[in-house]
């Protein structure tokens, strides 16, 4: 599955949501804990009534924690977003443990490789031995594909008026 390098909080969250809600990984007084600061420090995202509705002892905890997750993500993305902060509050380990935090790792690891590859491609290509220009305008001139059409073009400008430099 492709995952966009920006995901919202509803969709993080309904990705989230199994894992949050399976083996028993959180427990009542986390989860009480998640309720609380969402109603006490974040009145607005909880009301009283809802806290009391989610806390209830008489539901199972998964039921509760499932319903708590749906009322969030039909609420919008600022609630789903404290709701991630109140988990990271008060089970990091757990909110660092997230199938969508793992997802968004690796795409930082690309975003950041892609960077680096191309200010090494940028660097070499600056070199004023000829040999240098011309090996590089030669991959440019193939990798319309990799890089992008426009992107090539002004490489190719740039060695150009490198080399008549």
Known sequence: ???KTYQS??????HDMYFLTSNSRLNEQVVDKIILQLNRVYPQILTNAEAEK????KAS??????????????????????FYRALQ???EQLYNDLPSRKVLSPVFFLACFSVA??????????NSD???V?????ILGFSPIIIGRHVRNICMLYLEDRSRN
Not at 9 to 14: I, S, T, V
Not at 117 to 126: D, K
């Open 130 to 132: 000829t040999k240098v």
């Open 61 to 82: 905890l998964h039921t509760r924690l499932s319903d708590l997750i749906k009322h969030l993500q039909k609420k919008g993305e600022r609630h789903c977003q404290e």
């Open 1 to 3: 599955m492709l995952y």
């Open 117 to 126: 590859a191309g200010f090494a491609l940028f660097w070499y290509c600056c």
């Open 134 to 138: 011309a090996r590089a305008r030669r």
């Open 89 to 91: 509050i008060s089970a």
């Open 54 to 57: 989610f806390r209830n002892p």
């Open 9 to 14: 909080y509803c969709h993080r969250l309904q």
